[in-house]
Nanobody
Framework: QVQLVESGGGFVQAGGSLRLSCAAS????????MGWFRQAPGKEREFVVA????????DYADSVKGRFTISRDNAKNTVYLQMNSLKPEDTAVYYC???????????????WGQGTQVTVSS
């Protein structure tokens, strides 16, 4: 089992920045791909970004490309999501996820955090 805990969410004005963190614990020895997903009220959970175990490969949704940056520190078992130039449409609960396959498909992620709320005001 892997436990994931997100932090760093909050309230920010449009154009502002936030940095989310996701700390993993438990059986973290496997080479997990880490992903961030988000879910706005009344909408399905959607892919935001994924990063491979080595960090060499990243994949961003078009809606966040150029504004968000994912990184990971495997020594600390932590993944980060730097979010810049935030827009009101970025408002959602952001979830961290871990899976053995590098993918955008949420069903391929085995472990999920509880989510952290990001609210962007206009």
């Amino acid at each position: 089992q892997v436990q994931l805990v997100e932090s760093g969410g909050g309230f920010v004005q449009a154009g502002g920045s936030l940095r989310l963190s996701c700390a993993a614990s438990g059986r973290t020895g496997s080479t997990y791909t880490m992903g961030w997903f988000r879910q706005a009220p009344g909408k399905e959970r959607e892919f935001v970004v994924a990063i491979s175990w080595s960090g060499d490969s990243t994949d961003y949704a078009d809606s966040v490309k150029g504004r968000f940056t994912i990184s990971r520190d495997n020594a600390k078992n932590t993944v980060y999501l730097q979010m810049n130039s935030l827009k009101p449409e970025d408002t959602a609960v952001y979830y961290c996820a871990a899976g053995l396959r590098y993918s955008r498909r949420r069903e391929l992620y085995d472990y999920w955090g509880q989510g952290t709320q990001v609210t962007v005001s206009s």
